[in-house]
């Protein structure tokens, strides 16, 4: 479906039902699986799998409800197909939750459990980490299927991907800072960096090799005091994380952070980070912030070092080429603000713009073969 009728389709569909849910940006797929034995719920998206295989991540986090666990995987699984397509790399879309606190119900059972689940799909649907997720975990769900990437080094896996995650975003937000400011370099810039989990430790280390002024916020405050610790950072509290007097925002955490709220209180010139779904409504948020004058580097092609860091994984990883992979995104990164000009469109829907006319162009390649 065109993102251009994404708005009207929205005014038309019941999205408290799940088909209707899945119809509106025509994903293929919803696979609930449960397990009383050993706790498991967990559900997995298959968006498109026009490219190739869907793969995406399994998060694992503790949802208010089923409902919200559904929309977060059906946003999640489109990201990645869109994300994929714009890396050029030959992949489909998919992503999948575990629902429960992982802190307490993550349990070696469980994930073997998950992962019969996704060995029935045959090949459908290859997973890898994400949040609350790591390579351990891959490890575990790897001795029920084949189809998992992100595994341990020792293994022959990539291990950790989170370096070349934050190298894209970092090139993103280059590429940003050209845009608006007319240079690429981030020396003086205040850059506010909303996440310190592994992709935002590593960015915050990139941006403060370049000078950048650094502006963190965390929940959690022993994260906030190990990068205290290594970096001269400002350490921001709820309250001032978003009014911060600052140049940059990197939503670096959960998504929907660029929101009527949010956007009332920034003021920022540049929005790039890692976290996917920033934009709580794209259609609302993604023409908000055009008009607040605000450059938004849209989330699936910045931050998507981590799939193009799995995609190497499968063909025998090479660190040296995936991160010179995610290098090309400050170009790309580029190219849909150039798009964005000259279509006089906002920046997330010359994204859009650009991943569908490749899974398109590729569907009618194949369809011909």
């Not at 998206?45 to 666990?69: D, F, K």
């Not at 291990?159 to 070349?164: C, F, K, L, N, T």
């Amino acid at each position: 479906m065109s993102s251009a009728n994404i708005a009207s389709e929205k005014k038309n569909k019941d999205t408290s039902n799940v088909i209707n849910q899945m119809s509106l940006f025509n994903h293929e797929q919803l696979v609930f699986c449960n397990d009383n034995n050993v706790g498991l719920k967990a559900i997995i998206a298959i968006h498109s799998t026009a490219l190739g295989p869907a793969l995406g991540g399994t998060r694992m986090w503790n949802y208010v409800s089923e409902q919200e666990a559904v929309t977060d995987v059906l946003r999640l699984s489109r990201g990645m197909t869109y994300k994929s397509a714009v890396a050029g790399i030959n992949l489909g879309g998919g992503k999948a939750v575990i629902i429960g606190d992982p802190k307490k119900t993550k349990t070696e059972a469980l994930l073997r459990s998950y992962g019969k689940f996704i060995n029935n799909l045959g090949g459908k649907y290859i997973t890898a980490e994400d949040v609350a997720m790591n390579s351990k975990d891959m490890e575990i769900i790897h001795a029920e299927t084949k189809y998992v990437t992100g595994l341990p080094e020792s293994m022959g896996g990539s291990g950790d991907p989170s370096p070349v995650t934050a190298m894209g975003v970092w090139m993103g937000i280059k590429a940003s800072s050209k845009e608006v400011y007319g240079n690429s370099s981030l020396s003086g810039k205040k850059v506010i960096v909303q996440g310190l989990g592994n992709v935002g430790k590593h960015l915050i280390d990139l941006l403060a090799k370049e000078n950048a002024q650094l502006f963190v916020y965390d929940i959690d405050s022993e994260k906030l005091k190990e990068v205290s610790k290594k970096h001269r950072v400002t350490v921001l509290s709820e309250g001032e994380l978003y009014s911060a007097d600052a140049d940059i925002y990197a939503p670096c955490a959960l998504g929907a952070t660029v929101n009527s709220n949010t956007l009332e209180q920034l003021k920022v010139k540049i929005i790039c980070g890692s976290a996917n779904n920033q934009l709580a409504d794209e259609d609302i948020h993604g023409r908000m912030v055009e008009e607040k004058g605000i450059l938004y580097a849209p989330d699936f092609v910045v931050n998507a070092g981590g799939i193009i860091n799995v995609y190497y994984e499968l063909q025998g990883y090479n660190r040296e080429r995936a991160l010179t992979h995610a290098e090309r995104i400050y170009d790309t990164t580029t190219k849909i603000f150039e798009i964005a000009k000259q279509q006089k469109l906002p920046t997330y829907l010359a994204a859009n713009h650009l991943a569908e006319e490749r899974i398109n162009t590729i569907a009618k390649i194949k369809a011909r073969i």
